[in-house]
């Protein structure tokens, strides 16, 4: 079924129940409440949104790991306004101060600390349901046997998530497939992390024992019921923490070896096994071919972002602005054929933090305070240095960047040329040769100075563009007191919409929702390929017949560039064009297809580390140009932004000594005892 462009928007219905536990706050709610809550259909239905509205968020920044505390983006230590206390968000503290295990950091053990959710209590509520929902445990006499039969599948599979979104920040957790009795003591309430290997395989049974009953996408009503469990998400679900477990993080690491509960139970698994990349393999190849069935494919626009760019349409668009539009609207065109699974929360701060603001607008912001304004969601040099070149390899590969010297002197600032001025750059903006020559994706991805912006309603010859130069539109201005500048000289222009602008007075972003995606379609044949390559390199193939560069010159094709062989034979230094035949080689094009193709979507925090580079990537300064340059020539000076420290420890996330001393039970992570 083809996906229609629909907003979803379930209205959560709070039902606030009691009893917590200071652990893990999984007691039920006491038996007259219970009893009210399963009384009929409506009530149940209203149980089962809570579950939902359990999920942890994905949109906000300042409380969403992905989105800022991957160190891909990068804040201002006096980030302040906009709805902020003082400082910046415990996502970024994380990346500009570390975490600790006394009062842990987005603590989603015990929801605190920048932490929305308390996790164990959307596991909870879950339990809750599934012990309350059969007609034999009190539950509704008026509902249809098959869609309790649906309801309980999502919420075995929203409970599977929340064990796969805890196990993904710390490694082994316990399994809570039951409520605990209000009147439990002792080892009922102290329980114990269970082993990697356990938990994944309770997991993978609990979706694959929802998977049986879900719906698939063309059952589902458009408007009132998109962003609910689907055969499709749970497998995805499946497959990512398939994935997760055959990485690097949990598969042959040292680090973890030896790690025991009291119990002398040993938490994480020893030795390299290809038969966890074989089972994660499976689960790819088998989410895939669900989302195609469901119509799922590569976006490719066939308008100019519906009339965002004034006078481009389906009669005129071009191949480099069809391509850019697509990288943008596979993000923030609502339920595109792209999507698997999206959330509607509200995008407004995400927005209002990636989006410029035009010279014009800045120098009328009649009475607007600067705590009211974004440009903060700001790229790292670093990270923009990891896109490809406009060859398609990265740019420290690419033979013409090193003959031609743009390598080498990339730091350096020039005027872009009529080729340039076209998409790219604004006529007569000087900005750095690193700017230049880049992928589309680049382009689409990345907001610079100078650089055209496109969208806004605006046409391509009349475009916005950012100019990150101290008083002008996206520089430091009076909002220096707050930090709400990009701090690095970037924006990520990729997470706002076409349409979304500012009004040319009082600077009031108009932005235009849309719903964005937890997973699509690229991540998961990415994915596919990254199992692909860990089973049996380049040649192994999957149940269509497809090896990794299928999927990888699929997602390519969008942006306009050749596949990964000839693109390697072609541009590459001589030393590097064997890369994508080579397991080695290919692992690191595919980590870095991720990294480009994926950007600042929430993959990046995760990625880095499950692969174990992140030691790699943040013992490195973080870099960004000078905010404080008066004029071009001062502002393309490289800056230290931060320094980061990150060691082993920092791969999982610590558990609060508080908790620890609650439950003797209990084991730290490694490295923060």
Excluded at 240 to 253: Q, W
Excluded at 444 to 469: C, H, K, Q, T
């Amino acid at each position: 079924m083809m996906k229609k462009i629909y907003l979803l928007f379930i209205f959560i219905f709070l039902f606030t129940i009691t009893g917590c536990n200071d652990l893990l706050d999984i007691l039920p709610d006491d038996k007259p409440e219970l009893k009210d809550a399963f009384k009929d259909r409506y009530n149940a239905e209203k149980y089962l949104f809570t579950c939902y509205n359990n999920l942890p968020k994905y949109v906000d920044p300042a409380n969403t790991l992905g989105l800022g505390a991957g160190g891909d983006i990068i804040y201002n230590e006096r980030n302040t306004g906009g709805g902020l206390g003082s400082g910046p968000p415990a996502t970024m503290m994380i990346f500009l101060k570390g975490n600790n295990a006394a009062n842990p950091y987005m603590n989603f053990w015990d929801g605190s600390n920048g932490a929305p959710k308390n996790l164990w209590q959307g596991i909870r509520h879950c339990n809750v349901f599934l012990e309350n929902i059969q007609i034999e445990d009190g539950g509704p006499l008026d509902l249809d046997e098959m869609l309790r039969d649906q309801w309980v599948a999502e919420a075995k599979a929203i409970k599977a998530y929340l064990h796969f979104y805890l196990f993904q920040l710390y490694g082994p957790i316990p399994i809570m497939d039951k409520s605990t009795p209000i009147s439990a003591k002792g080892d009922e309430v102290n329980v114990y992390r269970e082993p990697v290997d356990k938990v994944v395989d309770y997991i993978v049974n609990t979706l694959d024992e929802a998977i049986e009953h879900l719906p698939s996408l063309d059952q589902l009503d458009v408007v009132s019921e998109y962003g609910r469990m689907t055969k499709t998400i749970a497998k995805s679900i499946k497959a990512k923490t398939l994935v997760l477990a055959a990485s690097p993080l949990f598969n042959n690491n040292n680090y973890y070896s030896g790690i025991k509960d009291n119990r002398g139970v040993e938490l994480f698994p020893t030795g390299d096994s290809k038969a966890r990349w074989e089972r994660a393999l499976e689960a790819c190849d088998e989410a895939c071919r669900a989302a195609e069935a469901d119509g799922g494919v590569i976006l490719i626009t066939t308008d100019g972002g519906n009339n965002a760019i004034f006078g481009t349409n389906i009669t005129n668009i071009n191949d480099t602005t069809k391509a850019m539009v697509s990288i943008r609207q596979a993000v923030t065109e609502p339920w595109n054929h792209e999507v698997i699974w999206a959330t509607n929360e509200s995008d407004t701060k995400l927005q209002r933090w990636s989006t410029m603001l035009s010279n014009d607008e800045w120098f009328n912001l009649a009475g607007s305070g600067g705590s009211d304004l974004g440009q903060r969601h700001a790229p790292t040099l670093n990270v923009v240095e990891m896109f490809y070149s406009s060859n398609g390899i990265p740019i420290d590969e690419d033979e013409e960047w090193d003959s031609k010297g743009w390598y080498k002197n990339r730091y350096k600032t020039e005027l872009p040329d009529e080729e340039h001025q076209k998409y790219f750059i604004k006529k007569g903006q000087e900005t750095a040769i690193l700017h230049f020559n880049r992928s589309l994706r680049f382009y689409a991805s990345v907001g610079f100075d100078g650089g055209i912006w496109e969208g806004r309603g605006n046409s391509l010859a009349e475009s916005s563009y950012p100019n990150m130069i101290r008083h002008f539109g996206s520089g430091m201005k009076h909002t220096e007191t707050y930090g709400g500048y990009p701090f690095s000289g970037y924006l990520a222009k990729k997470l706002s919409h076409l349409k979304t602008t500012y009004t040319e007075t009082r600077a009031t972003l108009v932005a235009e929702r849309y719903s964005f995606p937890i997973i699509r379609l690229a991540d998961m044949y990415l994915l596919l390929a990254e199992c692909l390559n860990e089973v049996g390199g380049p040649d192994q193939t999957d149940s269509t017949g497809h090896n990794a560069y299928y999927y990888l010159d699929l997602i390519r094709a969008r942006s306009g560039m050749e596949g990964i062989v000839e693109s390697w034979e072609k541009h590459a230094i001589v030393r590097y064009k064997n890369k994508p035949k080579e397991v080695n080689g290919l692992r690191e094009i595919i980590q870095r297809e991720r990294l480009n193709e994926l950007a600042f979507e929430g993959h990046f925090y995760y990625d880095v580390r499950r692969w174990l580079i992140a030691e790699d990537m943040f013992n490195k300064p973080i870099l960004g140009w000078n905010k404080d340059g008066e004029n071009k020539q001062d502002f393309y000076n490289i800056r230290v932004l931060l320094q980061p420290r990150f060691s082993m420890k920092d791969y999982l996330m610590p558990i609060r000594v508080n908790t620890l001393l609650q439950n003797k039970n209990l084991v730290q992570n490694p490295g923060w005892n």
